[in-house]
């Protein structure tokens, strides 16, 4: 604050003028905001201007400064009092003692005791302005916290790291109002495969906690919260059986938001409980609810309570006949094939009606088979790099449209890391075969035998690949690069033609300008003559 402000009150307005003009008001952080002649007046000026200050004889008309003093003390307690009087009466200063007065000053006033009066008095007001601006902070800081200590709260209810005395006074502490009777955990998970294409996964999650805020906060008294990437929602109800109706309203919502921003969403619903302390088990069986989607499939409600055991089937053995198929076109097939076996691999498998824990078990032996097929290929596929508890515990967490979209990528990653190295295998002989060319074009001995013989291949394989990456033969291919090297001397030196044949790999040079001719239409000679008067 830059300067405070200060009510002057006497009945004798030469000693006002006096202190008014004795003090450098300015320097030490105060201005006068006027002054009174009675304590009636100077209360009305408190009223009008609220000075930080009122500095006040004691023995007025109308209204002594005592009296004055309380009815500032009581309506504008902030108010510092200092008083000044000729009367040096112990009655007086244990009265201004009661009314907290700052200072009890003797007439005549000095201006030297007056200054340092005022100056320890900003000190003052300084630390006391400093300590409410801080409070004021605190509150500030404490009301834009509350949102997250109170997700905080909710996170150790749900986990059950919740004492009873603790829970109830910090229910006071962040203002939640839990008056039941009955609670009850929803978990909705929001499948971040199946995001449109205009958002984020994140903007989708946000969004889809705000349409169940909106959906559940007021009926049925829902406090939400992200939990573990899932939007978490604490209800209230007022009868145990309104559960049924709270399911209801949960299905609808999955439909809704679907239709309205594209969202897939399963909500769990969990058991109903009594006791705040109890939404540690309403939110275990929350969650267990959300896995059965993989069974019971997305965009819907599941409440525990209503899954009947006779519907989860009969363990059944996972399909290794169409797993073996799916390993085979990875292998042979094409990539719509490989598409297709994955689809039906997982329609045998999955679709049927099974158990939560046979299910566990089919996804184990998949992830199995189908690290099992990347070591034996040598395929390093980048999904089996990370931590296999991690993996398992990712795709145990997939509805049935994950784990599709999960099987076929990773079929086709598996199928495209096979072909390229098929590729690379069969162009890596290629450029060997090329290489070897460069080297040796001019050992009239080079054949495909020898060739083969070098590289370690058979010659059939050798000439379908080569044939295959080079649209030529093997021997078509190192006439080509012979005659275009002979073409290049004829041009580069004046060597003789049959000097040239030799240094191609040719040993007869009739033979050596027979092939030349029919490359390139002209004889040897000719073909020198025409560059060189093509130059000329």
């Known amino acids: 604050m830059d300067r405070y402000t200060v009510l002057l009150v006497d009945d004798e307005e030469d000693v006002i003028q006096i202190i008014m003009r004795k003090l450098n008001w300015e320097e030490i952080g105060f201005s006068v905001v006027g002054y009174a002649c009675n304590g009636i007046k100077a209360l009305e000026m408190v009223e009008e201007y609220q000075p930080d200050v009122v500095m006040t004889d004691i023995k007025m008309p109308y209204m002594d400064g005592m009296e004055l003093s309380h009815y500032i003390k009581t309506g504008f307690p902030a108010t510092k009092i ?13 009265e201004a003692i009661h009314l ?52 905080n709260f909710y996170s150790m209810l749900i986990e059950g790291r919740m004492r009873e005395q603790d829970a109830f006074k910090l229910l006071a502490d962040y203002q939640i109002s839990f008056s039941g009777p009955y609670f009850c955990c929803i978990v909705i998970h929001v499948s971040l495969t199946c995001v449109p294409g205009d958002m984020s996964p994140l903007l989708l999650s946000a969004s889809v906690q705000k349409q169940a805020e909106e959906r559940f906060g007021e009926k049925w008294r829902a406090k939400s919260f992200p939990y573990l990437g899932n939007t978490v929602l604490i209800t209230q109800l007022k009868l145990e059986n309104e559960i049924s109706e709270l399911t209801d309203e949960c299905d609808r919502f999955c439909k809704y938001v ?33 896995s059965y989607r993989v069974i019971y499939g997305a965009s819907r409600a599941i ?43 997982l329609k045998l498998t999955f679709s049927s009606a099974r158990s939560l824990q046979q299910y566990h078990i089919d996804i184990m032996e998949l992830i199995t088979s189908l690290y099992r097929f990347s070591v034996n290929n040598e395929i390093r596929a980048e999904v089996f790099t990370y931590d296999m508890r991690e993996l398992y515990r990712q795709v145990l967490d997939m509805d049935s449209d994950e784990l599709e979209r999960w099987l076929t990528d990773i079929s086709l ?28 074009y001019a050992d009239a001995g080079l054949s495909l035998d020898k060739i083969c013989h070098a590289l370690g291949v058979s010659n059939s394989h050798f000439s379908t690949v080569f044939k295959k990456k080079t649209g030529n033969s093997f021997v078509g291919y190192l006439t080509e690069y ?10 580069e030196t004046n060597e003789k033609s ?8 040719y040993t007869d040079p009739n033979y ?25």
């Open 413 to 440: 990653s598996l199928w495209e890391e096979l072909n390229r190295e098929r590729n690379q295998s069969t162009g890596s002989f290629v450029s060997r075969a090329k290489e070897y060319v460069f080297g040796n």
């Open 258 to 290: 679907r239709h309205i921003i594209g969202a897939v969403v399963t909500v769990g619903v969990g058991q109903v409980c009594e006791e705040i302390l109890g939404l540690a088990a309403s939110y275990a069986s929350a969650r267990e609810a959300v």
């Open 100 to 151: 907290e007065v700052e200072e009890y000053i003797l007439k005549p006033v000095n201006s030297r005791e007056l200054t340092e009066v005022f100056t320890q008095l900003k000190i003052k007001l300084d630390q006391e302005i400093s300590e409410k601006q801080n409070v004021e902070i605190l509150q500030k800081y404490y009301m834009e916290s509350l949102p997250l200590l109170r997700a």
């Open 498 to 505: 049959y000097i040239i044949a030799k240094k191609v790999g």
């Open 303 to 345: 409440n525990m309570k209503e899954i009947v055991p006779g519907k989860t089937g009969v363990p059944g053995p996972a399909n290794d006949e169409d797993l073996s198929v799916l390993f085979k076109m990875i292998r042979m097939g094409s990539e719509k094939e490989v598409i297709k076996a994955a689809e039906r691999y």
């Open 82 to 94: 200092l008083i000044f009087t000729g009367f040096d009466e112990f009655e007086y200063a244990r």
């Open 482 to 491: 012979r005659l275009e090297q002979a073409s290049r001397l004829l041009i």
């Open 512 to 536: 050596f300008s027979y092939v030349f001719k029919r490359r390139f239409g002209v004889s040897p000679s000719r073909y020198r003559t025409e560059y060189t008067e093509g130059e000329g």
